[in-house]
């Protein structure tokens, strides 16, 4: 099963351009993550948001959470080509398991 | 490199057979998880392991898988009589559980093909 979809599924930019995108999610979360994945290799993780946090900064990246409408947003500032790929949101659930779940992602294609 | 080590990185096989893969995690981190990702999909979680104990496997997992983390340390995940449907990528990532959840480190991903 899956939590979090992302929105757009498929975004296309310039290079310099900001990136924007969404996850919703749909049970009460302890922590929300956003994962990078370049073409066939596995996930890296970019940075983590808690619960109690609102927005969060690490370099390029700006994440915001809003567990009112349990919803994030990852927002990638003067996108370089070196940026395509797939992003996915992550959270670890807060039913009794605290398993990390996966969002269905969003492919991000930066041209130069 | 995460440090999480897969293998193998490739297996091709036919329909009806068993495959087994394997995931060294980073050896102070001890959830474990088996996730699996079919093209243009997000990871799917299958199951985890705190320690050595299996805490959940997802309902969306036939009889013919099994997973095993024998004393904490590498684990093992079984697909047995295998099908079409099976093909995928296999992905094991691994995290420190405590109180400040931490990222979970990702290997590279056993890719699955069943012809």
């Known amino acids: 099963s899956q939590q979090g979809e992302e929105d757009p599924q498929a975004l296309s930019i310039q290079e310099g351009e900001n990136a924007t995108m969404n996850c919703s999610y749909k049970?009460?979360?302890?922590?929300l993550q956003w994962y990078r994945q370049n073409s066939g290799r596995g996930l890296v993780h970019l940075i983590l948001?808690?619960?109690?946090?609102r927005e969060k900064h690490s370099g390029r990246l700006r994440v915001t959470l809003d567990t009112s409408k349990k919803s994030s947003s990852l927002l990638i500032t003067a996108s370089r080509a070196a940026d395509t790929a797939s992003y996915f949101c992550?959270?670890?659930?807060?039913?009794?398991?605290?398993?990390?779940?996966f969002g269905s992602g969003t492919r991000l294609l930066v041209r130069p | 490199d995460t440090g999480v080590s897969q293998n193998p990185r490739h297996k091709i096989t036919k329909r009806g057979q068993n495959v087994t893969f394997r995931c060294d995690p980073i050896?102070?981190?001890?959830?474990l998880y088996w996730y699996r990702q079919t093209l243009g999909q997000g990871p799917e979680f299958l199951t985890y392991?705190?320690?050595?104990?299996?805490?959940?496997k997802s309902r969306l997992l036939s009889d013919r898988f099994s997973a095993e983390r024998p004393k904490g340390s590498f684990s093992t995940l079984e697909i047995q009589r295998t099908e079409q449907g099976d093909s995928a990528m296999y992905l094991c990532?691994?995290?420190?559980?405590?109180?400040?959840?931490?990222?979970?480190?990702f290997g590279q991903g056993t890719r699955l093909t069943v012809v």
């Open positions: 990532a691994n995290s420190l559980w405590d109180s400040s959840n931490t990222e979970a480190f």
């Open positions: 050896s102070e981190h001890n959830r």
């Open positions: 392991f705190q320690n050595e104990a299996q805490l959940e």
């Open positions: 049970t009460s979360i302890n922590n």
């Open positions: 992550a959270t670890i659930t807060m039913d009794s398991s605290y398993k990390l779940i």
């Open positions: 948001i808690r619960s109690n946090e």
